[in-house]
């Protein structure tokens, strides 16, 4: 059953999935919400517990305050806080690694494992980013010209249009997307981190990518990956920008070889 928690400022919509001691996170991206995690909630809910919640704005989450992405991390924390998850492997993605990324470097006696999938977020790099933002244009502009759609692959599109129709059912349920002014900034002032401060990104870290990811290209994610010390690269072949969903098979296997090493025996 849904549930709903008061945090500083905004409310958060979440839904608890299992009993078990250890927990998996998951924090949807901006086409998202709650919902999204659909082919990954039965695969992992009988080994471990997995919390599934709507960032503030998003979904039926409100964000009172207005304080936007700038609170994402501290909402993540007074959920952990208030659900008493002592530590928690966590799933970010896309927008999603804004808040996982910098709760991480924060936090990282609390995280078992990170995955950032499809995502560098969270991590000032202004090269990064400003490539992102090159990207996300020539993106849109295919989009409005008839071709790929920004959030999944082509050969998702081709491959199953009912994922696809159930996939912009689900992103319905959201406000607007933002498309001007800060809304590809993710800079220190919406909760991104330093580089330098990655050091402290110590547990098992794995930044995942579709290798046709037309929003946060894979060579971006590659890039990013190689300024977090231990972390792994993994690109999905075929898959676009919401690997989760796309390629549900291939990104549960993905988090089960993480969830092995932060749950050695599990």
């Not at 964000?63 to 936007?68: C, K, L, P, Q, V």
């Not at 020539?138 to 999944?152: D, F, K, R, Y």
């Not at 993710?186 to 579709?210: C, H, K, N, W």
């Not at 075929?238 to 090493?261: C, K, M, Q, R």
């Amino acid at each position: 059953m849904t549930r709903t928690l008061e945090t500083t400022g905004g409310t958060l919509v979440y839904d608890v999935f299992g009993e078990a001691d250890e927990t998996i996170v998951f924090v949807h991206g901006a086409g998202g919400n709650h919902l999204s995690w659909w082919q990954q909630i039965p695969h992992f809910r009988e080994r471990f517990r997995c919390v599934t919640y709507e960032v503030r704005g998003w979904g039926q989450s409100k964000d009172i305050s207005g304080e936007g992405r700038t609170a994402f991390r501290r909402d993540l924390e007074e959920l952990m806080d208030q659900l008493e998850i002592a530590d928690a492997v966590l799933v970010g993605q896309s927008m999603g690694g804004l808040s996982v990324l910098p709760y991480s470097v924060h936090h990282p006696d609390r995280v078992r494992g990170l995955l950032m999938a499809d995502t560098f977020l969270g991590i000032w790099d202004e090269t990064l980013l400003r490539e992102m933002a090159k990207a996300v244009e020539q993106a849109q502009s295919n989009a409005e010209g008839g071709g790929q759609t920004m959030m999944v692959g082509p050969d998702f599109i081709e491959r199953n249009p009912n994922g696809l129709f159930l996939y912009q059912q689900v992103r319905g349920l959201n406000p607007p997307l933002e498309t001007g002014g800060t809304a590809l900034t993710f800079g220190v002032d919406q909760g991104a981190v330093a580089v330098e401060d990655l050091t402290a990104l110590t547990m098992p870290t794995i930044f995942l990518a579709g290798e046709l990811d037309a929003i946060i290209p894979a060579p971006l994610i590659k890039a990013a990956s190689e300024r977090v010390p231990g972390a792994r690269y993994v690109e999905v072949p075929t898959g676009g920008h919401s690997v989760y969903w796309e390629l549900p098979d291939e990104f549960n296997a993905i988090l089960d070889g993480l969830l092995a090493e932060a749950y050695p025996g599990k």
